[in-house]
């Protein structure tokens, strides 16, 4: 590979608060956050009650909360980053986009006036990559990714392949979704949703948390003379799994082979991992699968892995690059998060994730990343 | 600027509009139930871009899809938000649901197609097909893939064309839109030396009127997008063709594919399609037929 790929800020808005420092504090002591991070006053009712209750980080007037939301994520990372060079494109992973926009005005809508005839959204997904582009003054390629859960992860590794291949110089990530009615009901209606606290990898894991946010990421090819202690972003691998829509091969598979894929790729051997950044749903099989899928490339004995989702709950389209920003904010305050939700190890996974935080070592970190439509998307990041 | 010193060969292409419907039931039978026609136009085009390429091509090959949209599957999105705010209780179809994710196409045309490789799906307004392009390019000369199976896919229904207008930000184009499917199949120098057909260049990037076609090769024709305006914006001096006329965020996808199996007669040679956004977010991407 040529110029090592430094990411040199990051910044992110989720349930355990407004930055990044505010949720690695939050994740130092096991804490769980699972409330949205707004006022989610949209989200309809269903027998007198809405789906999500608590004290939510980021309040304010309805309609500007998911702009604020991403631009708050962008000033810290941008903040962290220090001043540009060159040609900075922009890589955004999402769902939805501002389609929340449309979720309110329906709600409103049917609220008011159910006769009316419904609409369906302003603009489409990739309006939240213009406004970051306005935002930065990008001049460089402008990109949309929405791959299910796995968007911002890919928008990580496409960062990573436009830096190498020269059409920018500064590659800002956003990883963005919001709650809205759809992935809600969408998501009860698949029966994948616990109605307690999400248990990721634990024997008893009923389902997931819905959770919402946004993660930003900028990396940069290193320049010489650049402040070190940041982190190197190497390879990525991405895969389909075409057994199923909506998951993995419970076999670890699929998991395995993006795993490795992503290893070959970064240049070094699963040896040389400290870390897993596990996707860790706390569904039935997915967890299965992504457990199976660990011990089949580290062994038994693999190397310290957690999900973050028992924290801040599924983000969706955002989880790749949210989790990616508090794992690399956790191991820069020097600790390796704990796997919140774990209790009782699963006979049928066979490895357990870790229980409580240990200190960070230095080397190797994996992310994974799995979503409906078969995607799988790993990368990984050394200590510089 | 990513031009490609190590050109990228464009080993075979297909395309699928209104014959969708015969063209999948001749090619899957009735072997893909409950899904529309969004996943059939993937499913239609890319299956029969796979299967007119060179059969020693594909043999052991990382085959990836990288799959471009302006909309998305709207056919399946529209009538879920609609059905979960407009019941009395809000639920939705399981399948439905899970059928209405972004990469829901592609992982159809992984299943039908046999293919392991890369899922990557850019879904926005416009450029979609261009930025699938490139992630396509980009993924192959990292080594991410052996094979990039590229397409452009939108669906349109008539009775909402005032709202996929607006979300294209072309309101006042009413009576153009359209539907259909374009793919690809790219592959690199090193395992395919000799293409008929290159891609020369690939680019995205803000850029004015004068910067965009500076890039355009001479004597190349240029395709101009929907949004281009014909006349002196895109100069004098080399041939250019009508401006597209479809609205559609993918047409270059269709166009590229037309001009490829002689469709559109533009001459021979080398052409560039060009499209610049209203934000000045702009595209150009140039092929050369070898021998043409």
């Known amino acids: 590979m040529s110029a090592p790929l430094v990411i040199t800020g990051w910044g992110a808005v989720s349930a355990l608060g407004l930055t990044t420092a505010e949720a690695v504090a939050a994740l130092r002591v096991g804490q769980r956050g699972l ?22 980080p980021l309040d304010g007037d309805l309609a500007e909360r998911p702009r604020r939301m991403v631009s708050l994520a962008v000033e810290e990372a941008l903040a962290a980053s220090g001043p540009a060079s ?8 999402t769902t939805g986009g501002f389609f929340v926009d449309a979720d309110i005005g329906l709600y409103h809508e049917r609220k008011h006036n159910p006769a009316a005839a419904p609409w369906f959204g302003r603009r489409g997904v990739g309006e939240v990559a213009a406004v970051v582009a306005r935002q930065i003054g990008a001049t460089g390629p402008v990109v949309t990714f929405s791959m299910a859960c796995t968007s911002s992860a890919a928008a990580i590794a496409a960062a990573a392949t436009h830096l190498r291949g020269g059409t920018c110089d500064r590659a800002v990530v956003v990883g963005f979704d919001l709650l809205a009615n759809m992935t809600v009901y ?26 919402e946010g946004c993660g930003v990421l900028v990396v940069e090819r290193e320049r010489p003379g650049q402040t070190s202690g940041a982190f190197h972003l190497l390879g990525s691998a991405n895969r389909i799994d075409v057994s199923n829509l909506t998951g993995s091969a419970t076999d670890g598979s699929t998991v395995e082979a993006v795993i490795r894929g992503a290893l070959a790729h970064s240049r070094v051997s699963p040896e040389q991992v400290v870390s897993v950044k596990a996707h860790g749903t706390g569904t039935v099989d997915n967890d299965l699968a992504e457990g199976r899928g660990i011990a089949r490339t580290f062994g038994k004995s693999p190397p310290p892995f957690a999900s973050l989702k028992g924290a801040i709950g599924h983000t969706l389209g955002a989880a790749g690059a949210i989790e990616a920003v508090l794992w690399l904010g956790c191991l820069r ?7 919140i939700g774990f209790g009782v190890a699963d006979p049928d996974i066979g490895i357990t994730p870790l229980t409580a935080a240990i200190p960070a070592p230095r080397g190797v970190h994996v992310f994974n990343s799995f979503g409906f439509g078969g995607s799988c998307v790993a990368f990984a990041v050394r200590d510089a | 600027m990513l031009e490609l010193h190590t050109p ?20 899957f039978g009735k072997g893909f139930r409950r899904i529309g026609a969004y996943v ?17 091509a594909l043999q052991g090959a990382n085959v990836g899809v990288f799959m471009g949209t302006g909309l998305g599957n709207t056919e399946a999105a529209v009538p879920l938000g609609e059905g979960i705010l407009h019941a009395e209780r809000p639920w939705c179809s399981p399948m439905a649901f899970a059928g209405s994710v972004g990469n829901a196409a592609a992982f159809y045309v992984a299943r039908s197609c046999d293919l392991a490789g890369a899922n990557v799906t850019v879904s926005q307004e416009e450029l979609s097909f261009e930025a699938a392009l490139l992630e396509a390019v980009l993924a192959l000369r990292d080594g991410l893939v052996d094979l990039a199976l590229v397409g452009g896919i939108d669906v349109l229904d008539p009775s909402r064309e005032a709202e996929h207008l607006a979300r294209l930000d072309a309101v006042g184009l009413a009576g153009k839109s359209a539907a259909g499917s374009g ?39 240029i395709l101009p997008g929907w949004r281009m305006a014909a006349g002196p914006a895109l100069g004098a001096e080399r041939p250019v063709a009508p401006v597209e006329t479809r609205l559609m965020s993918t047409a270059a996808a269709l166009r590229i594919v037309e001009v490829l199996d002689g469709t559109e007669q533009i001459g021979t040679g080398t052409f560039s399609h060009v499209h610049r956004t209203a934000s000045g977010l702009a595209a150009r991407l140039t092929i050369t037929r070898i021998g043409a």
Not at chain 1, 333 to 339: I, K
Not at chain 2, 21 to 27: I, K, T
């Open chain 2, 8 to 27: 990228i060969g464009i080993l075979a292409w297909a395309r699928a509009g209104d014959d969708v419907e015969a063209r999948h039931l001749a090619m």
């Open chain 2, 40 to 56: 059939k136009l993937a499913q239609v085009g890319a299956c029969s871009c796979l299967a007119a390429a060179p059969p020693t």
């Open chain 2, 183 to 221: 793919w690809v199949l790219l592959g690199g120098a090193l395992r395919h030396p000799d293409p008929a057909v290159r891609l020369d260049e690939v680019w995205i990037g803000q850029a004015g009127m004068p910067d965009l076609l500076a890039g355009v090769p001479a004597g190349a024709t």
């Open chain 1, 35 to 56: 409330v949205p991070a707004t006022r989610s006053a949209h989200l309809m009712p269903v027998n007198g009650e809405r789906p999500f209750g608590g004290e939510a």
């Open chain 1, 333 to 339: 305050a020097g600790f390796v998060p704990a796997s």
């Open chain 1, 86 to 93: 060159g040609v900075t494109g922009v890589f955004v992973g």
């Open chain 1, 186 to 211: 969408g998501f009860r209606s698949l029966l994948l949703c616990d109605p307690n606290p999400c248990r990721p990898f634990d024997v008893a894991r009923a389902g997931l948390q819905l959770g």
